[in-house]
C-alpha cells in the first residue's frame, strides 16, 4: 500500500448503534478496517454514543486506533425551543464531533447526554451554548449535506455560511474545526464544494475529506436502502433509490478516496493529521470500581469491620453456634469480599433488602451464583444456606476475576417500583438510572419486515416466516434445518431477493428500550461516567448497556420483579384468611404431599415447572426428594437436556452407576456420576487437575462461554 492510501483516515462512519440507519456491525468494521490497513478509524453515531465501548474494544483487538466521536444535532437556536423558524425551516444541524483525550470524552458525554435531557425534539439536540460549555478536547468537522455550513450553501446563502463556519471556528478554536466535503454522486455535493473552498480560504479553515459510511461494503447499499424503508415505514416501490442514498456511504479503500478526492488531495491526508491528534485511551482491561460510599455507624472503623460485625451477628441467628466450618468459610469470604473492596457493595444490598422487608415488601430467596455465598446467607440477603446445598463461594467472586459479582434479588412485580424509588431518593436522583437495552432484528421478524419491504404478499411473508423453528436465532441455520423452507425461498427470485436482504440485516439493532430490572448507581453524578439517554415520555438511562458498563466499573444491580412471589403472597394471604397460621420461610422441605403432587405433574403454575417439557421430566424422574427438583430444573436446559435419559436411567437402575474416576465419585454421587452442574466442573478441575478454587472457576467460565482458544489454554494443565 502506497503512502498516500495508508494516510488516509475514515472520520464519520455510522455503526448499527445510528438505529436503522447504520448496517455495520463494529465487529465487521474493525476486520474490515484491518483489512485495508487503516491506521485509525472514527466511530460517529447519530446523536449517541450506544456502541463507544464495544467499538473501542473491537478497533483494539483488530489493532486499528479507535476514535470516538458522535454526529451530534444542533439547535438552530435554543435546545429548548420547540418551533420551527421560518427562515431556517430545520429542527437541527449536523455535526460530526471526535474526542482529542479524555476531556473530549468527559464533553462529549455531556453533550450527548443533555441532548436528550433538555434538548429532544424529533431529536436529541445540542446548542451553541452547550457546545462552548463543552468544547474543550474536541475536534469539530461541519458534517454532511445537513450541516449548517452546508445548508447555507445550499440555499446559495454564502455569506451566512461564512457566518456558521466562523461561529464553529470561534467555539471550537481555530486549529479544532475542519470543513467536511463528501462525493457520493449527488449532484447537491459537487455544486457546493466550490463554496466550501473559498470558505475554507476566506477564514482559514482546513478541508477534510470523509465518506458518512452507512454500510460496509458497496454491495450493502440496496439492503441499506430496505433499512431505511424499515425504519421509516414506506416500501421500496414508494422511493426513489436514487433519492434515498447513493452506493457509495460505505467504507471505501484509501486508493478508492484518493481517486474520488484527486483534485483535493490535502483533504485526505489531513484525515491523517486529525486521527494523529485524537489519544483517547481507555482501559477496558483494568477496570476502577466507582462503587457509592457507604457510611458505617459509629462505633466501626469501616465498611469491612461493619460487614464482619453483621454477617458473625447473623450466622448466630443462622446456625445457633460458629461450627469450625462455619468459621473458616466465613472468615474465608469476609477475606475475600474485604480484600477486593467490595465490603460496602454488600452493606448496600443489604440497606435495600431491609428496606424492603421494613415495607412488607416480599423479597426472593436468591438466584444465580449469590446463592453460593455464605455472607449474603447471614446478612439475610439470600435464604439458601450454601453448606447445606454444597455451593461453592468461588463461583461467585474469585480474586483472580476483578468484577462486581452479580446479587440478582426478586421483588414482588407489584412493588419493584417503591424499592427503585428507595434507592434514588438514597442515592440521588442524579446518581441513579435505570440501564439501556438494545431490541435486535430477529430470524423472523426481520424477514417480516423486508417482506413488507419488498412488496411480498403477506400470505407468503408469513408462510416463509413460520418455517423458521422457534428456536433458531439465525436465518442460515433455519435454512439448514428445514429443507421444505431451503426449497420455498430458491423456488422464486423474489424469496430469494427477500432472505439475501434479510441476512445482511439479521441480528442488527432496531431500537432502544429500559432494562427490565438493571439500575445503576455511581457516587457521584452519573453524567460524569456515562452517558446518559431518555426516550419520550420515558425513564432516564445510561446509553451504555450492562455489558458496556462492565468496563466503567460503576454498580450494577437487578432489581427483579417477580410474579411468583405475587402468587406467593395472595396464597398466604388466603391461608391466613382460612384461620391459619403459615410462614413461608420455614416450610418443611421433604413434605410428602408437595413431591406425589409433583410425581403427578399436577405443576401448572408452579415456577419453572409448569411448562409442557417440564411436566413429562416430573412424570419420567419421579422426584422423592429436594436434590430430585434442582437436578431436574438443570437438567432441563440445552445442553444438559441430551443428557436427561442417562440420568433417569441411572436414577431407576436400568444403567450402572458408573464414575469416569475414583476421585469424580463424591463429586457426582448426588447426581449418579452425571455431571449436571457447574460446580461439579469446579470441583472436579480442583480434584483432578489440582486447580485452586479460583482457577476452577476460570475453566467453568470459558467452558460456559463456549470459547475453544480459551479451553486450549486449560488443556495441558
Known amino acids: 500500500m502506497s503512502r498516500k492510501q495508508a494516510d488516509f483516515v475514515h472520520l464519520h462512519n455510522h455503526t448499527e448503534y445510528s438505529l436503522l440507519d447504520g448496517a455495520i456491525r463494529v465487529e465487521d468494521l474493525a476486520k474490515r478496517a484491518a483489512e485495508l490497513g487503516m491506521p485509525a478509524l472514527a466511530i460517529t453515531d447519530h446523536g449517541n454514543m450506544f456502541g463507544v465501548i464495544p467499538f473501542y474494544r473491537a478497533m483494539q483487538e483488530a489493532g486499528v486506533k479507535p476514535i470516538v466521536g458522535a454526529e451530534v444535532y444542533v439547535a438552530p437556536a435554543h435546545r429548548g425551543e420547540r418551533r420551527i423558524h421560518s427562515d ?65 450553501l445550499r440555499r446559495g446563502e454564502n455569506e451566512r455560511a461564512a457566518q456558521a463556519a466562523a461561529r464553529y471556528q470561534e467555539i471550537f478554536g481555530h486549529d479544532s474545526f475542519y470543513l467536511e466535503v463528501m462525493r457520493h454522486g449527488y449532484q447537491e455535493q459537487e455544486r457546493i464544494i466550490p463554496g466550501i473552498i473559498e470558505l475554507s480560504s476566506l477564514l482559514n479553515i482546513p478541508v477534510v475529506a470523509t465518506n458518512d459510511c452507512h454500510y460496509l461494503r458497496q454491495e450493502d447499499a440496496r ?23 447513493s452506493d457509495q456511504l460505505f467504507l471505501r479503500s484509501p486508493a478508492e478516496m484518493a481517486r474520488a478526492f484527486a483534485d483535493i488531495p490535502e483533504a485526505l491526508t489531513r484525515t491523517r493529521e486529525i486521527a494523529d491528534r485524537c489519544n483517547l485511551l481507555l482501559d477496558l482491561e483494568h477496570v476502577q470500581l466507582k462503587l457509592p460510599e457507604y457510611c458505617p455507624p459509629e462505633g466501626y472503623s469501616n465498611s469491612s469491620a461493619y460487614l464482619d460485625h453483621l454477617a458473625r451477628e447473623g450466622a448466630l441467628k443462622r446456625y445457633g453456634q460458629l461450627t469450625s466450618v462455619i468459621e473458616q468459610r466465613l472468615k474465608h469470604e469476609l477475606d475475600v469480599i474485604c480484600r477486593m473492596g467490595f465490603a460496602g457493595y454488600f452493606l448496600i444490598v443489604k440497606e435495600i433488602v431491609d428496606f424492603a422487608k421494613s415495607r412488607g415488601i416480599p423479597v426472593g430467596p436468591g438466584r444465580g451464583s449469590a446463592a453460593g455465598c455464605m455472607v449474603l446467607y447471614c446478612l439475610g440477603i439470600t435464604e439458601i444456606d450454601p453448606l447445606r446445598h454444597g455451593l461453592l463461594f468461588e463461583r461467585f467472586l474469585i480474586p483472580e476475576r476483578v468484577s462486581l459479582p452479580d446479587i440478582d434479588i426478586d421483588f414482588l412485580d407489584a412493588r419493584r417500583q417503591e424499592v427503585i424509588d428507595f434507592i434514588r431518593r438514597r442515592y440521588g436522583e442524579d446518581s441513579v438510572a435505570q440501564i439501556i437495552t438494545f431490541g435486535t432484528m430477529q430470524a423472523r421478524a426481520v424477514v417480516r419486515d423486508v417482506g413488507r419491504v419488498l412488496d411480498v404478499p403477506i400470505a407468503e411473508v408469513d408462510r416463509i416466516a413460520k418455517l423458521i423453528p422457534d428456536n433458531c436465532r439465525f436465518l442460515d441455520a433455519a435454512l439448514e434445518q428445514v429443507e421444505e423452507l431451503k426449497d420455498l425461498v430458491s423456488s422464486r427470485p423474489q424469496y430469494r431477493d427477500l432472505w439475501a436482504i434479510a441476512r445482511k440485516l439479521e441480528g442488527l439493532n432496531r431500537h432502544a428500550s429500559v432494562h427490565a430490572s438493571a439500575v445503576v448507581i455511581a457516587p457521584r453524578p452519573l453524567i460524569e461516567f456515562v452517558p446518559l439517554y431518555k426516550p419520550p415520555g420515558g425513564e432516564v438511562c445510561t446509553q451504555y448497556d450492562m455489558y458496556a458498563l462492565d468496563a ?91 443428557l436427561i435419559p442417562q440420568y433417569l436411567a441411572r436414577k431407576t437402575g436400568t444403567q450402572p452407576i458408573e464414575y469416569e474416576h475414583r476421585l469424580l465419585e463424591p463429586i457426582t454421587k448426588e447426581t449418579y456420576g452425571v455431571f449436571i452442574y457447574q460446580e461439579q466442573v469446579m470441583q472436579a478441575a480442583q480434584a483432578l487437575a489440582g486447580y485452586s478454587p479460583g482457577k476452577a472457576d476460570l475453566l467453568r467460565r470459558a467452558m460456559g462461554k463456549k470459547k475453544p482458544e480459551e479451553m486450549a489454554a486449560h488443556r495441558e494443565t
Open 223 to 245: 439492503a441499506h436502502d430496505v433499512l431505511l424503508c424499515i425504519q421509516t415505514g414506506k416500501r421500496e416501490s414508494e422511493v426513489n433509490r436514487l433519492r434515498m442514498s
Open 88 to 152: 431556517i425551516p430545520e429542527a437541527s444541524f449536523h455535526l460530526t464531533l471526535l474526542c482529542r483525550n479524555e476531556t473530549g470524552y468527559s464533553n462529549l458525554m455531556k453533550l450527548v447526554s443533555k441532548a436528550y435531557l433538555e434538548g429532544f425534539y424529533y431529536r436529541p439536540r445540542v446548542d451553541y451554548e452547550l457546545l462552548a460549555e463543552h468544547h474543550d478536547g474536541l475536534i469539530a468537522l461541519s458534517g454532511c449535506l445537513k450541516g449548517e455550513v452546508n445548508y447555507f
Open 552 to 642: 466503567v466499573g460503576l454498580l450494577k444491580l437487578d432489581v427483579l420483579g417477580l410474579r411468583t412471589l405475587t402468587v406467593v403472597e395472595e396464597a398466604v394471604r388466603l391461608v391466613r384468611e382460612g384461620g391459619h397460621k403459615i410462614d413461608v420461610t420455614s416450610l418443611p422441605l421433604d413434605d410428602q404431599k408437595t413431591f406425589e403432587l409433583l410425581r403427578r405433574a399436577d405443576t401448572v403454575g408452579v415456577f419453572q415447572l409448569e411448562s409442557p417439557g417440564m411436566r413429562d421430566l416430573c412424570r419420567r424422574m419421579q422426584p422423592e426428594r429436594l436434590e430430585h427438583i434442582v437436578a431436574l430444573i438443570a437438567l432441563y436446559r440445552p445442553g444438559p437436556m441430551d
